[in-house]
């Protein structure tokens, strides 16, 4: 079996950036390995990953790297001087240590082989036995985006009795989304000390959406999306699953997170294993997936997603949902208790990126990345965003700012609302039914209209707000003006979609009655109780 090297193989493609395109004269690699991607870090504004999870799940582990190479994975390496300081140091030095680089991947670079017959990387080789070969999952299932079994295809066709095979790269990608957002469910059986089974749990950040801080290079954003770490942790003991000496029992339970490097790498629910065509090792022709723990499950603490309350009173992370755009959880990442009553609290990460954010070349901004799926099995849509620089609007930052941010969010939201409810009346108005089956359709039409311009206007009023606290109300937000705007927005959407009913007196007067709602509703009064004359 041919190795292939994930440190220096043709593995992610990098957005280069601008300087980097100049000097180089546009001769640049496409796709590099880990190793040069932390190398050349500063010269990459980010990674062109074309797929959310699978960028999400690329982050998870070159963020334990950047800790590694830069000694920030301990709060305390030796040197006397604070975590916080070590990493503005690094940032001043432009670029993540070569010596750093260069001793870890002496260490490890034989553990990052894709096809290592004894180790390969975040994979199993005992299922090679442990599974039947006769029955093993196949490429399709492998790759997020083909469809297996009886799945809709997303972005081609493919058949399961003549799968096509897979690039070594994409298949690498494809095993790390497993890892993050595989599916519950039936996978191939696995047998261990004499007891078969086939039953998955899902990955830890299935449905979910992470927010990760963006800076200018990839360098930056690295630096920034750094968990300090408690001063308890140990190199020793918070391994990665590639730099632990020995597999995991998969009888037993799992080994639960020691600190930030196992606890963004060593969490999956799923065990893989993937199979190369002989005398070609740049492709995969199946792959085996299964269960990793027969006991248990670890727990869901990961630092990059935004946790909220359920109405049982129990934590859970905000679920991806590709109908909603970022700029409307953005109060609730720039406040530290943005309140409400599902209680969000933002991503763990923020508390430290905070801390880089006014050292950076600008402030950084936060990218949004997930996969819009159920608990089980379905896929729906992939989920991704970006801001501009907002983390200079931070509560901490600018206590004068964040509010208004929130303000602005909860007003752009009320007359999205309003919008929708208003055709949806509309429309049973016209129909004389309580819930006409073409309110859907009307509501998802004034969605679609209202919801992009919100935004717009949205982020054209966020970059108005002042920045120097010289304006004390509200940052300088005119909540009037505001008001007016999202309003338009929304009589925009409402004309627009009732239009066409209002050549009929009977149309005309169910959109007129129901256009109230864009305004609050109609007011009803009580009756003044009648005046009574004491004895």
């Known amino acids: 079996m041919h190795p292939y090297p994930l440190d220096t193989a043709a593995l992610l493609p990098p957005r280069w950036a601008p300087d980097a395109l100049a000097a180089a004269k546009g001769d640049l690699p496409e796709r590099v390995g880990l190793r040069t991607v932390l190398e050349r870090s500063h010269e990459i504004s980010a990674l062109a990953i074309t797929e959310p999870p699978a960028y999400a799940s690329v982050l998870r582990v070159l963020y334990p790297l950047t800790a590694r190479v830069s000694a920030l994975d301990v709060e305390d390496d ?31 670079a034989h553990r990052f082989d894709l096809f290592d017959p004894v180790r390969p990387w975040m994979q199993d080789p005992r299922l090679a036995e442990q599974c039947d070969p006769a029955r093993s999952a196949g490429v399709n299932k492998l790759v997020t985006t083909r469809a297996s079994g009886n799945n809709h295809s997303w972005f081609g066709h493919v058949q399961d009795a003549d799968p096509d095979p897979v690039p070594a790269d994409e298949a690498a990608l494809s095993l790390l989304t497993w890892h993050y957002y ?12 004499g ?3 086939a039953s998955m749990m899902a990955g830890p950040l299935r449905g979910s959406l992470s927010y990760h801080p963006e800076g200018t290079t990839l360098f930056a954003s690295l630096l920034a999306g750094l968990l300090r770490p408690d001063p308890r942790v140990r190199r020793e003991t918070d391994r990665c699953p590639w730099e632990q000496p020995d597999l995991p029992d998969p009888a037993g339970p799992a080994r639960a997170p020691q600190g930030p490097c196992s606890r963004l790498t060593a969490v999956s629910q799923h ?45 859970y992370p905000r679920p991806a949902d590709a109908g909603r755009a970022l700029w409307r959880d953005l109060d609730a990442l720039l406040l530290a208790q943005p309140g409400g009553t599902v209680q969000a609290r933002r991503p763990e990460v923020f508390d430290s990126a905070l801390e ?28 991704a965003g970006l801001t501009p620089p907002v983390l200079d609007a931070a509560e901490r930052e600018e206590p004068g700012t964040a509010p208004a941010v929130g303000w602005l969010r909860r007003c752009g939201e009320m007359y999205g609302r309003r919008a929708e409810y208003a055709v949806r009346r509309a429309c049973s108005l016209y129909m004389r039914e309580a819930k006409p089956k073409q309110a859907d359709a009307w509501a998802e039409q004034a ?53 066409p009913v209002c050549h009929t007196q009977r149309g005309a007067r169910a959109v007129a009655d129901a256009r109230t709602e864009l305004y609050g509703g109609r007011r009803t009064t009580r009756p003044a109780a009648a005046a009574t004359t004491p004895a």
């Not at 595989?182 to 000390?193: D, E, I, Q, T």
Request: proline content about 6%; overall charge negative.
């Open 78 to 108: 030796g040197s006397g001087i604070d975590w916080s300081e070590r990493r503005l140091d690094i940032l001043e030095a432009g670029r993540l240590p070569a010596e750093g680089i260069d001793a870890y991947f002496t260490a490890w």
């Open 182 to 193: 595989g599916p519950a469910g039936r996978g191939s059986a696995r047998k261990v000390n």
């Open 195 to 197: 007891e078969s089974t």
């Open 271 to 315: 065990a893989l294993l993937l199979v190369p065509v002989p005398h070609r090792p740049d492709t995969v022709s199946d792959a085996f997936i299964t269960w990793a723990h027969r006991e248990g499950r670890l727990p869901r603490t990961d630092p990059y997603l935004m946790w909220q309350i359920s109405q049982e009173n129990k934590p």
């Open 356 to 383: 880089l954010s006014d050292a950076c070349e600008r402030p950084l901004a936060v990218r949004a990345l997930g996969f819009d799926q159920d608990g089980r099995a379905k896929d729906r849509q992939f989920v």
């Open 447 to 499: 969605s679609a209209l209202y919801w992009p311009q919100a935004e717009e206007e949205f982020w054209s009023r966020f970059t108005g707000l002042d920045r120097t606290g010289a304006l004390l109300v509200d940052a300088g937000l005119d909540r009037k003006q505001t008001r007016r705007a999202f309003l338009r927005i929304a009589e925009a959407a409402f004309d627009t979609v009732t239009h």
